[in-house]
């Protein structure tokens, strides 16, 4: 090969390839480390989490009992918290009364968004029409409901990877069958 210098006063060398192919393969194991670390990075702040439900309270104004049947309307307050870092998108969600093994009440939860890191109060309330209470209530003048929120979305992470989160709460709610008070509830 030649030695003579370059138009910059440059000698070209006249080896192998080795240094070249030795810092080419250093280079490739550098971005493979570094693709690694950003996908653990990825995984610790960017893990999608389901949201949190927590339920506040539970009321049944407009309750009335006669005959051996009861009918009322069914209020609860809840708390959903989205943990996650990028907004939370819920859609399809419902929330549900159930009586002695049989659905009495149930509505649609309007669709909608929850920053990232913040908690949003929702407030649902529905008509539950007259059913028959069973012959033999929990304690004596009780009468024990469950209800059943559900809350199902998307969080889309970085703006273009979607996972889809659900969150549930079943609650156990004691009414006196005079009056529709809440005796207690347990979550």
């Known amino acids: 090969m030649?030695?003579?210098?370059?138009?910059?006063?440059?000698?070209?060398?006249?080896?192998?390839?080795?240094p070249n192919l030795a810092s080419?393969?250093?280079?490739?194991v550098f971005l493979i480390l570094v693709a690694g670390a950003l996908v653990v990075v990825f995984l610790v702040f960017f893990r999608p989490r389901d949201p949190?439900?927590?339920?506040?309270?539970?009321q049944f104004p407009g309750f009335s009992a006669a005959n051996g049947t009861v009918s009322?309307?069914?209020?609860?307050?809840?708390?959903?918290r989205?943990?996650?870092?990028?907004?939370?998108?819920?859609?399809?969600?419902?929330?549900?009364l159930v009586y002695a093994g049989n659905q009495v009440g149930f509505m649609f939860i309007p669709a909608g968004q929850i920053d990232g890191g913040h908690t949003q109060y929702m407030a649902a309330s529905f008509a539950v029409d007259s059913f028959p209470l069973t012959a033999a209530p929990p304690p004596a003048g009780s009468m024990e409901v469950e209800s059943r929120m559900r809350v199902k979305g998307r969080v889309?992470?970085?703006?273009?990877?979607?996972?889809h989160v659900?969150?549930?709460?079943?609650?156990?709610?004691v009414v006196s069958a005079g009056d529709g008070a809440v005796l207690g509830f347990r979550c």
């Open 156 to 163: 889309r992470v970085l703006r273009f990877l979607t996972h």
């Open 2 to 18: 030649d030695k003579s210098p370059d138009a910059w006063g440059r000698r070209r060398s006249g080896g192998g390839g080795k």
């Open 24 to 28: 080419c393969l250093v280079a490739t």
């Open 52 to 58: 949190k439900i927590q339920v506040n309270g539970v």
């Open 72 to 80: 009322f309307t069914f209020a609860q307050y809840a708390s959903v």
């Open 82 to 96: 989205n943990p996650n870092r990028a907004a939370f998108s819920h859609y399809d969600s419902t929330l549900q």
């Open 166 to 173: 659900e969150a549930i709460a079943g609650c156990r709610v």
